[in-house]
């Protein structure tokens, strides 16, 4: 079992910026990439980025060029730097991590945390 514990969101203007933190523990030896996505009100949630252990990143194309996805395999953490943000960036932003053990891959998540982009 893995445990993410999120942080980092709130209200800001459009333009500005938020980095949000996710902090795993718990089973993490099996942790094979860790990311972030987001559920809008009224719509489904979505992939905005993730980042395996060797070092490749995804990006949903709505955010390239603002956001920024890192990690510290230390801290056993995962990081997303948001510059740049707009109205439609607002919803509600999810840890994830995927895990592989012994073939068996999991997906957990976080508990959510909330972004709001005012105009």
């Known amino acids: 079992q893995v445990h993410l514990v999120e942080s980092g969101g709130g209200l800001v203007q459009a333009g500005g910026s938020l980095r949000l933190s996710c902090a795993a523990s718990?089973?993490?030896?099996?942790?094979?990439?860790m990311g972030w996505y987001r559920q809008a009100p009224g719509k489904q949630r979505e992939l905005v980025s993730t980042?395996?252990?060797?070092?490749?990143?995804t990006y949903a194309d709505s955010v390239k060029g603002r956001f920024t996805i890192s990690r510290d395999n230390a801290k056993n953490a995962v990081y997303l730097q948001m510059n740049s943000l707009k109205p439609e960036d607002t919803a509600l932003y999810f840890c994830?991590?995927?895990?592989?053990?012994?073939?068996?891959?999991?997906?957990?998540w976080g508990q959510g945390t909330q972004v709001t982009v005012s105009s």
């Open positions: 994830n991590a995927e895990a592989d053990y012994s073939g068996h891959g999991v997906y957990y």
């Open positions: 718990g089973s993490i030896f099996g942790l094979v990439a």
């Open positions: 980042t395996t252990n060797g070092g490749t990143t």
